[in-house]
């Protein structure tokens, strides 16, 4: 059985920063990609950005720039440091874990970005 427990999340003034983590346990493949995906309300949950194993990074246009995301393989946990946040990266945040789409998904965390 594969868990993701996600932290880090909350409500944060617009133009400031978050960190989420992402730890995983449980029977997978160590190599796997690992990633963060969000979801507002009444839409359809993206795809923010993905690491894999070696590192490599891929983000969403959206959070270009703004947005970084790391692993720690040692301890199965992936991270997202969110700055410069917008009104519109208000969502429940969700770690999965596989690629092209994950197989497993954490329980989610919300991020709130007021004015």
């Known amino acids: 059985q594969v868990q993701l427990v996600e932290s880090g999340g909350g409500l944060v003034q617009a133009g400031g920063s978050l960190r989420l983590s992402c730890a995983a346990s449980g029977s997978f493949s160590r190599f796997a990609t690992m990633g963060w995906y969000r979801q507002a309300p009444g839409k359809q949950r993206d795809m923010v950005a993905v690491i894999s194993y070696g590192g490599s990074t891929n983000y969403a246009d959206s959070v270009k720039g703004r947005f970084t995301i790391s692993r720690d393989n040692a301890k199965y946990t992936v991270y997202l440091q969110m700055n410069s946040l917008k009104l519109e990266d208000t969502a429940v945040y969700y770690c999965?874990?596989?690629?092209?789409?994950?197989?497993?998904w954490g329980q989610g965390t919300q991020v709130t970005v007021s004015s």
């Open positions: 999965g874990l596989g690629a092209p789409l994950p197989g497993y």
